[in-house]
Nanobody, 115 residues
Framework: QVQVVESGGGLVQPGGSLRLSCAASGTFVSPYAMGWYRQAPGKQRELVARMTSGGSTAYADFVKGRFIISRVNGKNTVALQMNSLKPEDTAVYYC?????????WGQGTQVTVSS
């Protein structure tokens, strides 16, 4: 059984920062990759940032220069540092653990950017 748990969402003013964390636990070899996706109301889920076990990263164009994905305390925990947040960043953020044979998702954490 694999569990993926996110934390760190909340309400922040435009221009502010938030840090999300995600931990994958269970019986498995280290994930091939872990990443963050988001889904705003009425929109499809989209990739925000992703990091492979080798350390390669990929970012959506709309967060480049503002968000940073990093590994925390080993390969099964990642963080997403979100800076210069905009109202259009408001969404539910989901963590994804890609174990190659199967992907696992967290329950999501709400991020709201509003004054």
């Amino acid at each position: 059984q694999v569990q993926v748990v996110e934390s760190g969402g909340g309400l922040v003013q435009p221009g502010g920062s938030l840090r999300l964390s995600c931990a994958a636990s269970g019986t498995f070899v280290s994930p091939y990759a872990m990443g963050w996706y988001r889904q705003a109301p009425g929109k499809q889920r989209e990739l925000v940032a992703r990091m492979t076990s080798g350390g390669s990263t990929a970012y959506a164009d709309f967060v480049k220069g503002r968000f940073i994905i990093s590994r925390v305390n080993g390969k099964n925990t990642v963080a997403l540092q979100m800076n210069s947040l905009k109202p259009e960043d408001t969404a539910v953020y989901y963590c994804n653990a890609d174990l190659a044979v199967r992907e696992y998702w967290g329950q999501g954490t709400q991020v709201t950017v509003s004054s």
